[in-house]
Each structure stands twice: as C-alpha cells, then as structure tokens.
C-alpha cells in the first residue's frame, strides 16, 4: 500500500473487527445471523422510513402486495457459510469462494455480504482495482454498509499518489466517510455483544473514518481540516496510529504552528516501528525550523 509512511493501523483487521461486531449484515458473523437479519431488514426499513409521497398509493388504491421471499436453496446456504466460516485472515480462500459463489449464484440472497467480503479480502492482498470494483457493487446494493464505506474510505487517500482518478477518488473517499460517521451514531447494539464490545468496535470504525478524512484533507492541502480530523481519530482509538500523528505534525509545520507539532513528533516517536526513526529526526529538525522561524498565534 503506498502511503505517507510505515502504519501499524489494521485496515483490514478494523473492517472484520466491525463485521465481527454484526455492526451490520456483512460478512464474518455467523451465518445464523445474518441470515435473522436478512428476514427482519424488510420490516425494520419500512418501520424505519420516514412517512413521505413516495410511500403514499396513488389514487387511494391499496398499496401493492410485497413480494415473496426467495426460497431458500440449501446449497446456497452451505456455499455461503462455508465462505463465513473461513477465517478473515485466509484472503485467497475468501476471495476463491466468494468468487465460486457470484459465478453460480448471480441473484443469490447475499450478493452484497459476498462483495463486501471480497472488498476486504482483496484489500488485504492488495488488489485494488477488484477491491474498488467490488466495493462499488457492495455499496450499490446497501449504500449503509458501515464496512466498506469506513474501509474504502480509508484506503483510498493512501493510495492516490500515482492515481490518474485521485481527485474523483478522494472525493469519493470523503463522502465515503462522512457518511459512515453519520451511520455510526445510530447503529443498535445487537444481542450478541456486550456494551464495551460494541463501543470499542463503534470506537475503532469512528477513529479510522477520521484518520482517512483527516489524510484526504492533507492530500487537499487543507492543513486546519486535516489537523482537527487527526485529532478526532487519536482521541477515539486505544493504541493512536503513528501515522496519524506523523502526518497531523506535517501539517502543523505547515500551519507554522512548531510546539504543536513538535508534541506530535514526539508521540509518533514513542511507538515502535517504521516511523520511530524518522520521527525523531523530525523533533530536531522541527526545533530548528522553531528557533528561525515565527511560531502562528494560537
């Protein structure tokens, strides 16, 4: 992955913490539960849905019946959890069944959990081009899948250095997620976790939609807005990626402001990792910068 510097941020592990959560119907829980969720979604979207023209019959003729579930295909059903049985950290397996089951599934009941599978597994291998690819499907069949949205979102700005489409791809990035922070507030705990599991899972998925807001602003030059998102991200996460902290201190040295981003140095230079090193030089260099230059007001 090309990014700003060596991360000890997880993507893909967030993205199957969040789908371990049932945060949402997607991949890597149990089929049982999905497939409970797949049966109540119909309900809960019509009780959920803000009463609006569009919901009203025309002409006082009584609303059309709802259509009938699709049976349920017992080979279907295997072939599916076999793919949610293997473990997320098994990508070329996911991708394989995945793959097996659109080629003989293409209307199948979980088109969108299989994309959405896929999106993370290929992120791990890095195969971008399938990973946006499928992530486009997964999202034009449930534009609410917290997962990818957080996910893509977040790759997208460590990817943009040589991509021809980066501005359309940031952009993207940035509703992506915006979006997956207006969603997140709202998501019920579901039975299956206790509250402190859920909140660290909201947690995580909040700290990573920020840091990949907080990169697209930096990409954009936009140094005030990439600071205030990098610090949401830092506040929300148990163990802060040291990139966010490298990147946020960049941005401080060129908002000219040097004791901020000294600080920022400082605490990327405290975590092991690729980033130590260079870190700490950037303490020394940014003091320098401070004894020459003039600090802006706070």
């Known amino acids: 992955m090309r990014m700003i510097g060596p991360s000890i941020r997880n993507a893909t592990g967030i993205a199957v913490a969040l789908m371990a959560a049932a945060l949402i119907c997607a991949p890597g829980?149990?089929?049982?539960?999905?497939?409970?969720?797949?049966?109540?979604?119909?309900?809960?979207?019509?009780?959920?849905?803000?009463?609006?023209?569009?919901?009203?019959?025309?002409?006082?003729?009584?609303?059309?019946?709802?259509?009938?579930?699709?049976?349920?295909?017992?080979?279907?059903?295997k072939a599916y959890k076999e793919l949610t049985d293997t473990k997320t950290d098994d990508a070329d397996k996911r991708i394989q069944l995945g793959e097996q089951y659109l080629q003989k599934y293409p209307r199948g009941r979980y088109l969108e959990q299989v994309y959405s599978a896929l999106t993370v597994a290929e992120e791990a291998k890095q195969d971008l081009p399938k990973m946006y690819a499928d992530a486009d499907k997964a999202l034009a069949l449930n534009p609410d899948d917290v997962t990818i949205l957080v996910l893509v979102g977040w790759v997208i700005p460590h990817n943009s250095g040589n991509d021809p489409d980066a501005e359309s791809r940031l952009d993207k990035g940035e509703q992506y997620e915006k979006h997956?922070?207006?969603?997140?507030?709202?998501?019920?705990?579901?039975?299956?976790?206790?509250?402190?599991?859920?909140?660290?899972?909201?947690?995580?998925?909040?700290?990573?939609a920020h840091s990949g807001l907080g990169l697209i602003y930096f990409r954009r030059g936009k140094f005030d807005e990439a600071v205030e998102e990098f610090k949401q991200s830092i506040a929300k996460s148990e163990t802060p990626d040291p990139t966010d902290y490298y990147v946020m201190a960049v941005c401080l040295t060129r908002l000219s402001r040097f004791s901020d981003a000294i600080d920022a140095f400082q605490k990327c230079a405290q975590t092991p990792g690729g980033l130590q090193d260079r870190c700490k030089q950037m303490v020394d260099q940014t003091k320098k910068q401070a004894a020459t230059e003039l600090q802006a007001p706070k």
Do not use: H, I, R, W
């Open 29 to 77: 829980s149990s089929a049982q539960y999905q497939q409970q969720q797949q049966q109540q979604q119909p309900q809960q979207q019509d009780q959920n849905k803000p009463p609006s023209l569009d919901n009203l019959p025309a002409n006082g003729a009584p609303p059309p019946a709802a259509a009938a579930p699709k049976p349920v295909d017992p080979e279907e059903e």
């Open 180 to 208: 997956a922070l207006s969603l997140l507030p709202t998501l019920q705990k579901p039975a299956t976790m206790t509250d402190d599991q859920f909140a660290k899972a909201k947690a995580q998925a909040e700290s990573q």
